[in-house]
Nanobody, 126 residues
Framework: QIDLVEYGGGSVQSGGSLRLSCLASGYTRSAESMGWFRQVPGKEREGVAAIDNDRSINYGDFVEGRFTLFHDTAKNTLTLQMNSLKPEDTAMYYC????????????????????WGQGTPVTVSS
């Protein structure tokens, strides 16, 4: 069992920054990958950024260099630094963990992730 709790969501203006943190607890050593996903009501969930135990990171195409993912394994914390935020980044952001060792190109596929946090909202106003 892995428990995930997200922090750091909020409201910012376009061009602003937010830092999302995810604290993992439980059997965290079993996690092969961790990542951030987001979802807007009525749309499919999409992968934002994810990292595996080999430290390979994959970002969604829409990130375009604006976000940076950090994984502090000692503190069991996954952090997503988001800069140059746009109104289209508005969504509920979820932290997730996977027990499956996958290829890098699969890191952003939510079907491989079993453990999910409750989500933290991000709102970007124009």
């Amino acid at each position: 069992q892995i428990d995930l709790v997200e922090y750091g969501g909020g409201s910012v203006q376009s061009g602003g920054s937010l830092r999302l943190s995810c604290l993992a607890s439980g059997y965290t050593r079993s996690a092969e990958s961790m990542g951030w996903f987001r979802q807007v009501p009525g749309k499919e969930r999409e992968g934002v950024a994810a990292i595996d135990n080999d430290r390979s990171i994959n970002y969604g195409d829409f990130v375009e260099g604006r976000f940076t993912l950090f994984h502090d394994t000692a503190k069991n914390t996954l952090t997503l630094q988001m800069n140059s935020l746009k109104p289209e980044d508005t969504a509920m952001y979820y932290c997730a963990a996977s027990l499956i060792k996958m290829r890098r190109h699969s890191l952003l596929e939510d079907k491989w992730y079993y453990y999910w946090g409750q989500g933290t909202p991000v709102t970007v106003s124009s």
